[in-house]
C-alpha cells in the first residue's frame, strides 16, 4: 500500500471525509446563529465569522487532484486555504483581546473592535495573500495546493502562515493567562467562567493544529520521504481539514447554546438566565461577559468602572 496512486487515493478520501465534518459543523454554528437571537452576543458573532471561513476552507478539499492540476484552480484553492486558516486564527484572536480588555479595566467598545477587525480580515489581508502570485509560488504539492517546495514559497510559508499564526497564538495564550489571573475575575459568576473555560478550548484547537502542521513541515524537511510520513500527512491534514468540526464540539457543549437549543426557558433580558440586568444592578458582583448583553459589552466599560455602580 506504499504506491502513489493508492497513497494519492486515501489522502483524498480522508481528507474530503474529515472536510464534510468541518463543513458540516461550521454550517451547523452558522445556521444555529441565525435561527436563535439570543445567540447574537460579540462572542457568537465572531464565531458565526470564524465558521465562515472555516466552511470554505473545508469545501476546497473537495477538490480531486486532477482537477487542482488546472493552474487557476489550484491558486485559487492555495489562496483559500492558506487565507481562510489565517482569517479564522485572527477572529479567535479578537475574542481573547476583547475579554482581556474587559478583564484588565480598560474600555471595550466591542463594535469597533469588529469593526476594524473586519476591515482588516475582509478588505485588507486578502492582498497579502495574492503577493505569491509575483513569484509564482503557488502549486501542487501531493493532493494539495498551497506554497511551492523552493525557497520563495518556503518564505511565503513562513511570512504568510506559520509566523503569524504562532504570533497569534502566543498573544492568545498571554491575553487568557492574564485573564484566569486577574482579581476582577472573582467578579464574575461561576457560570461565566465556565464559559471562559470553553472559549479557550477555540484558540487550543488553533495551537494542536499549527504544532501538528509545524512537526510535519520539520519531518518533511529533515527526513527522507516515506511510507509512513505520507500517512502522517494524510492524518494531519485530515485533522486540518475537519477545523470546523472540532469548533462545533465545543460549540454545541457550551451550557447557554445547550440550553437554548433545548427549548428551556432562558431570557437574558428578564432574569431567568444566570446573569441578569436585574441581578447586576442589585449586587454588582455578577457580570456575565459573554452570555448575555451586560453592561460591559453594550456600554463599553470596564470591570472595575461597572463594580462602583
Given at each position: 500500500?506504499?504506491?502513489?496512486?493508492?497513497?494519492?487515493?486515501?489522502?483524498?478520501?480522508?481528507?474530503?471525509?474529515?472536510?464534510?465534518?468541518?463543513?458540516?459543523?461550521?454550517?451547523?454554528?452558522?445556521?444555529?446563529?441565525?435561527?436563535?437571537?439570543?445567540?447574537?452576543?460579540?462572542?457568537?458573532?465572531?464565531?458565526?465569522?470564524?465558521?465562515?471561513?472555516?466552511?470554505?476552507?473545508?469545501?476546497?478539499?473537495?477538490?480531486?487532484?486532477?482537477?487542482?492540476?488546472?493552474?487557476?484552480?489550484?491558486?485559487?484553492?492555495?489562496?483559500?486555504?492558506?487565507?481562510?486558516?489565517?482569517?479564522?486564527?485572527?477572529?479567535?484572536?479578537?475574542?481573547?483581546?476583547?475579554?482581556?480588555?474587559?478583564?484588565?479595566?480598560?474600555?471595550?467598545?466591542?463594535?469597533?473592535?469588529?469593526?476594524?477587525?473586519?476591515?482588516f480580515v475582509f478588505c485588507i489581508m486578502p492582498f497579502f495573500y495574492?503577493?505569491?502570485?509575483?513569484?509564482?509560488?503557488?502549486?501542487?504539492?501531493?493532493?494539495?495546493?498551497?506554497?511551492?517546495?523552493?525557497?520563495?514559497?518556503?518564505?511565503?510559508?513562513?511570512?504568510?502562515?506559520?509566523?503569524?499564526?504562532?504570533?497569534?497564538?502566543?498573544?492568545?495564550?498571554?491575553?487568557?493567562?492574564?485573564?484566569?489571573?486577574?482579581?476582577?475575575?472573582?467578579?464574575?459568576?461561576?457560570?461565566?467562567?465556565?464559559?471562559?473555560?470553553?472559549?479557550?478550548?477555540?484558540?487550543?484547537?488553533?495551537?494542536?493544529?499549527?504544532?501538528?502542521?509545524?512537526?510535519?513541515?520539520?519531518?518533511?524537511?529533515?527526513?527522507?520521504?516515506?511510507?509512513?510520513?505520507?500517512?502522517?500527512?494524510?492524518?494531519?491534514?485530515?485533522?486540518?481539514?475537519?477545523?470546523?468540526?472540532?469548533?462545533?464540539?465545543?460549540?454545541?457543549?457550551?451550557?447557554?447554546?445547550?440550553?437554548?437549543?433545548?427549548?428551556?426557558?432562558?431570557?437574558?433580558?428578564?432574569?431567568?438566565?444566570?446573569?441578569?440586568?436585574?441581578?447586576?444592578?442589585?449586587?454588582?458582583?455578577?457580570?456575565?461577559?459573554?452570555?448575555?448583553?451586560?453592561?460591559?459589552?453594550?456600554?463599553?466599560?470596564?470591570?472595575?468602572?461597572?463594580?462602583?455602580?
Amino acid at each position: 500500500m506504499c504506491s502513489y496512486d493508492t497513497i494519492e487515493n486515501v489522502s483524498f478520501y480522508v481528507e474530503a471525509t474529515s472536510a464534510l465534518l468541518g463543513v458540516g459543523g461550521a454550517l451547523c454554528i452558522i445556521v444555529s446563529y441565525l435561527s436563535y437571537k439570543n445567540l447574537r452576543t460579540f462572542y457568537f458573532r465572531i464565531l458565526f465569522y470564524i465558521s465562515i471561513t472555516d466552511g470554505l476552507k473545508g469545501a476546497i478539499f473537495f477538490i480531486p487532484a486532477n482537477l487542482l492540476k488546472i493552474t487557476e484552480i489550484c491558486i485559487i484553492s492555495a489562496v483559500t486555504t492558506n487565507y481562510m486558516t489565517m482569517a479564522s486564527s485572527i477572529w479567535t484572536l479578537l475574542i481573547s483581546v476583547i475579554i482581556y480588555q474587559a478583564t484588565a479595566n480598560s474600555s471595550v467598545k466591542v463594535e469597533k473592535y469588529i469593526r476594524n477587525w473586519s476591515i482588516f480580515v475582509f478588505c485588507i489581508m486578502p492582498f497579502f495573500y495574492l503577493l505569491p502570485l509575483s513569484t509564482n509560488s503557488f502549486g501542487l504539492i501531493d493532493i494539495n495546493c498551497t506554497f511551492k517546495e523552493n525557497i520563495d514559497g518556503n518564505l511565503w510559508r513562513l511570512g504568510l502562515f506559520y509566523i503569524p499564526g504562532w504570533i497569534m497564538i502566543f498573544i492568545s495564550f498571554y491575553a487568557y493567562n492574564k485573564v484566569f489571573k486577574s482579581s476582577n475575575l472573582e467578579l464574575v459568576d461561576e457560570s461565566t467562567k465556565t464559559l471562559l473555560k470553553k472559549v479557550t478550548l477555540y484558540p487550543l484547537v488553533i495551537i494542536i493544529l499549527f504544532t501538528l502542521l509545524s512537526i510535519l513541515r520539520i519531518l518533511m524537511i529533515t527526513i527522507p520521504e516515506s511510507c509512513a510520513l505520507e500517512y502522517f500527512s494524510t492524518a494531519v491534514m485530515g485533522i486540518y481539514a475537519a477545523h470546523g468540526f472540532w469548533n462545533a464540539m465545543i460549540f454545541f457543549t457550551t451550557p447557554s447554546v445547550q440550553i437554548l437549543i433545548c427549548k428551556r426557558k432562558m431570557s437574558f433580558s428578564s432574569g431567568k438566565s444566570s446573569v441578569t440586568y436585574s441581578s447586576q444592578a442589585s449586587s454588582g458582583s455578577n457580570i456575565n461577559l459573554l452570555d448575555c448583553p451586560s453592561l460591559l459589552i453594550k456600554e463599553s466599560i470596564s470591570l472595575k468602572d461597572y463594580h462602583k455602580y
